[in-house]
């Protein structure tokens, strides 16, 4: 028999701690989007350029995932974790020192790369804490890290950014003068200490499930692929359904920042304090929303829960976030953005919060890594990259970003919907499956 999960209060405060380290991550990675304009005029390049920046980080972010994933189903998710900490720290000091594009494109992929170990290692751990029942809150817990680090990351940073502009350019010997963006990437870079700091109060926990009590046997290749097999249209609607609205919201959020500078006039500063607040407490309260609508609807007996509840957001989604876009003017804009920038975060928690409720625990970490994966490769990339394209090439004018980001969200947020309400029955079926301990 296996021993009792720990004690709830502890649980809770490492979910929460992971949410805090989250929320560091999240500070590093977007500053860039703040910034795009002034490292564009700094550097002399087009926002195909700046796009590639964004990619480099999306492609090794998602590739980096997979061996990290690897290593959580067998080994010390505390140790994996802290190593990506440090080594995303570092590189974030690098994008402060990088004198030409390509030395910032080369930190930003090792930024990827450091941060690729701590969604896999937290799938892992979070499930040896806490029973199968409460990992999509748990999960939303984490992914209030996610929704609150971007809105902390553009209030931050455009304080920052305000800070860095009303002062003396930062000199440093044998170096010389930066320019405002390397001064905020090194600010920026500090809070990675205490990522570092609250890593010591978590404990590596005792396995469970598959492996047995305490053990450190992760699924073969065989029965990781048993199980995709087994789940397969499960795991084809989630994946590409949520991954889908993913790219919409990647293109919304950010693109944000230079739509309201070329549309609006709005310095980039200002723009990440507002968009800051709005992402800290209305994307915060729309993540604990989807949570909570889940388990109401798991207490109904809907077993697809999880994916129902995201289907309500992605719904509301596509209608507020063109709002925002068809303002005509920067007050009206701001009202409208409250709203989206609520519904934008509301997927994102219980779209990783169902797959632990689906998948044998000695899995999790790998499966977790696929989807981050997919939804990484698909809404970072495809995201970010697209409506740049549109706007070099499509949409040349001075407002044709907006356009750009009208197309992305009339086209994919439609996809994305149409996928998430085909698969809720198969996932019903892939989770009743797993509560028996059987193929779906």
């Known amino acids: 028999a296996e021993p009792p999960y720990p004690k709830p209060a502890y649980a809770w405060w490492v979910a929460s701690a992971l949410a805090l380290i989250y929320v560091v991550s999240y500070i590093d990675r977007q500053a860039l989007n703040l910034m795009i304009d002034m490292i564009k005029a700094d550097l002399g390049v087009s926002d195909t350029r700046m796009v590639m920046l964004a990619g480099s980080f999306g492609v090794f972010y998602a590739f980096g995932a997979l061996p990290f994933a690897h290593m959580a189903d067998s080994k010390s998710r505390r140790a994996i974790i802290s190593f990506g900490i440090f080594g995303w720290t570092i590189m974030c000091v690098a994008c402060g020192f990088a004198r030409t594009y390509w030395v910032l494109f080369m930190a930003r992929i090792g930024l990827g790369i450091g941060e690729s170990s701590l969604v896999p290692g937290v799938y892992s751990i979070l499930g040896d804490y806490l029973p199968r029942e409460k990992l999509p809150r748990a999960m939303s817990v984490f992914q209030i890290g996610a929704i ?23 000199i440093i010997p044998g170096y010389g003068a930066l320019f405002t963006w390397q001064e905020t990437f090194l600010y920026v870079a500090a809070p990675g200490v205490l990522a570092l700091l609250l890593m010591l109060t978590i404990k590596e926990p005792i396995r469970r499930g598959a492996a047995g009590a305490g053990g450190h046997k992760a699924a073969s290749t065989a029965e990781l ?42 310095n980039p500063g200002d723009f990440g304090i507002y968009f800051g607040l709005m992402q800290i407490f209305g994307g915060s309260f729309g993540v604990i929303c989807a949570a909570l609508l889940a388990e109401h609807l798991a207490k109904r007996g809907y077993h697809d829960a999880n994916v129902r509840s995201g289907l309500v957001g992605a719904v509301l989604l596509v209608p507020l976030t063109l709002l925002v876009l068809l303002m005509p003017t920067t007050t009206l804009a701001y009202v409208f953005l409250l709203p989206a920038a609520t519904m934008v975060s509301y997927p994102f928690g219980i779209a990783h919060g169902a797959l632990p409720g689906i998948t044998p625990p000695n899995m999790r970490a790998r499966v977790g890594a696929i989807y981050n994966f997919v939804h990484t490769i698909m809404g970072m990339a495809l995201g970010l990259t697209i409506p740049g394209l549109l706007t070099d090439y499509v949409f040349t004018q001075p407002e044709g970003l907006k356009y750009s980001l009208m197309v992305m969200i009339c086209f994919f947020g439609p996809i994305g919907i149409t996928l998430m309400w085909l698969g809720l029955k198969p996932y019903a079926r892939s989770y009743e499956a797993a509560g028996l301990g059987q193929a779906a």
Do not use: Q
């Open 225 to 266: 692929m048993a199980f995709y097999r087994a789940n397969a249209k499960t795991i084809f609607t989630h994946h590409v359904g949520f991954s889908s609205i993913a790219i919409m919201i990647f293109a919304f959020i950010g693109w944000m920042a230079p739509l309201f500078g070329r549309v609006h006039g709005v």
């Open 148 to 170: 609150a680090g971007t809105g902390i990351a553009f209030f931050i940073v455009g304080w920052v950014i305000k800070l860095v502009e009303s002062s003396d350019p930062l």
